[in-house]
Structures are given as structure tokens and as C-alpha cells.
């Protein structure tokens, strides 16, 4: 089970009863069937939840279903690769005009 250090949880909340409270319902959500919002190996659910509170996948005092959770999280990801593509687009673009460069140089020569 993962054991949080208190700086992490004191990013979350100061409210460590809440803590547990918001915890313990995501678990049983689990339990229940819901799919977890964090890729893990671990199949404990308490130790899920935790990763997904740590993670901010799981918002303290944010009240959401499931499906607005998972609809969330596939949107960071999707942002998250739209990055991902710009940055290698940009780094293709400026490998393809270094070498449209030199060898137009080489032309020249």
C-alpha cells in the first residue's frame, strides 16, 4: 500500500478526515466496478484511490460521476499527446530545413 508523506497529502487538503472520507468512497467505487483512473499493477483498491487522489485524478471537494472523471482524464490525455505531436512536428520541421539547409550549401560549393 502506498503511504503518502504529509507534504503530498497537504497538497491535496489540509483536511485529513476528508482525506480518508474522499478515499474510502473511491475505493468502494472500485470494489463496485468503477474503472480506475490511473494505469497501475496494483489491484488494491484502497491503494488505487490513493494513487488517483494523489495523481489529482480525484478532486477534494469536487464532486463528479465516473464517466466525468474518465471523460477528464481521457481529455488530459488527448491534450497531452496533442503536445507530445507538436513538439515532434516542430523538431521534424527543424531537422528537415537544417538539412534542406546544408544541402543547399553543399550546391553551392
Not at 502506498?2 to 487538503?13: D, L, M, N, R
Not at 463496485?32 to 494505469?39: I, Q, R, T, W, Y
Not at 494513487?51 to 465516473?66: A, P
Not at 474518465?70 to 528537415?96: D, F, P, Q, Y
Request: charged residues 40%; negative net charge.
Amino acid at each position: 500500500m502506498i503511504i503518502p508523506s504529509f507534504s503530498e497529502i497537504k497538497e491535496v487538503t489540509d483536511d485529513r478526515y476528508g482525506l480518508v472520507i474522499l478515499t474510502a468512497k473511491r475505493a468502494r467505487k472500485i470494489v463496485d466496478g468503477a474503472e480506475p483512473l490511473v494505469e497501475t499493477n496494483n489491484h488494491n483498491p484502497v491503494t488505487i484511490a490513493i494513487e488517483e487522489v494523489l495523481d489529482k485524478d480525484i478532486i477534494f471537494g469536487k464532486s463528479m460521476t465516473d464517466k466525468e472523471y474518465a471523460k477528464k482524464i481521457e481529455l488530459e490525455k488527448n491534450s497531452k499527446l496533442e503536445i507530445i505531436r507538436e513538439e515532434k512536428l516542430k523538431e521534424l520541421t527543424e531537422k528537415s530545413n537544417a538539412d534542406d539547409f546544408i544541402g543547399s550549401e553543399g550546391e553551392n560549393a
